[in-house]
Every structure is written in C-alpha cells, then in structure tokens.
C-alpha cells in the first residue's frame, strides 16, 4: 500500500514539475527578416554570391575553349605540344577548382563575409531572445524555423512578433 501511495505522489509531483516548465516557441527566420540590416546583408552577400559564380562561370568557359581548341589541334602537334597543352588544362581546371572552394567552400571568402555581415544580426537578435525569455521566466525557447521535425505547435506559446518587437525597439535605441 506504501509503494502505491509513494508511486501516485511521485507521478503527481512529476506532472506539476512538467507542467510549470515554460517554454515558447519562435519563428527566427520571420524576426530576421524584420531586420534592415539582415535583409541588407543577405542582399549584398546574394550579389557577392554571382558575381563569383560568374567569375568560376567564366573561367570554366575558359577551360572549355582551352579544351575544344586543343581537340581540333592535337592531331598537328607533337607529343611533348600535346602534353603541354594538356598539363595546361589540367592546371588550370586546379586553379578554378581551388578559387571556387576558397569562395564556397566552409571556410571560404562568402562564409567569412557572411560572419561579417550577418552575426552581428544574429547575435543582437538571439540577446533579445534570451532577455525575453529570462524576463518572462522561459525555461525552453525553440525556433520553429530551424526545426523540421516539430509536428505541431500551439500558437498561444509563439512568442515571435513579441520579440520582433523587442528587437525593432532595441535597434530604435541604437
């Protein structure tokens, strides 16, 4: 009898403790795209973005032309001409492969302006979030944007256009 009268107060004492954890739900990429300055930098950062792909465009249009002219001339060279021609290519196909890693790559030209650009964003936002969520006593915050596998959420615990507030009033005080 002792054992199911303690088992009953410990579930009941377990379902209080999980019910008073508060929590909120956010929509992060809905509050960066409320940001000037967000939507600027991934502006710039889109331009950046062609521009060197036209650039690696290019240059393998380049490889390409190297490439065509060198298979209508082969017959009429000799073999150290062929083997030149062909370390050229093959040198050059290097050269672009490595300009487009140290471009795209993860710690590449756009991945570092990117971090220029955008954490300072993302940094003033999630102080926000985290204000927000010790003033109001949140134990759990979670980003609906980010999260693919959260099948339902109710829209009570979504907090997000309390903090697009938050942050548009922070960045006035700037």
Do not use: H
């Amino acid at each position: 009898m002792k054992k199911v009268i303690f088992l009953s107060v410990f579930c009941l004492l377990a379902a209080a403790a999980g019910y008073a954890q508060n929590y909120a739900v956010v929509n992060t990429e809905k509050i960066f795209k409320t940001v000037p300055d967000y939507t600027a930098a991934m502006s710039t950062l889109e331009k950046l973005s062609q521009q060197y792909q036209k650039n690696i465009d290019d240059a393998y249009a380049s490889i390409e032309k190297m490439y065509n002219d060198y298979q209508s001339q082969k017959p009429y060279l000799t073999e150290s001409a062929r083997q030149t021609r062909e370390d050229a290519i093959i040198s050059k196909e290097k050269e672009v492969g490595k300009y487009q890693q140290d471009i795209f790559g993860p710690q590449g030209e756009l991945m570092k302006k990117r971090v220029e650009l955008v954490k300072p964003v993302q940094d003033a936002v999630f102080a926000v979030i985290n204000q927000y969520a010790q003033s109001n006593g949140l134990d759990l915050v979670i980003d609906i944007a980010t999260n693919p596998t959260l099948l339902y959420y109710s829209p009570k615990v979504d907090r997000t256009e309390e903090i697009i507030a938050l942050v548009k009033e922070a960045q006035t005080k700037k």
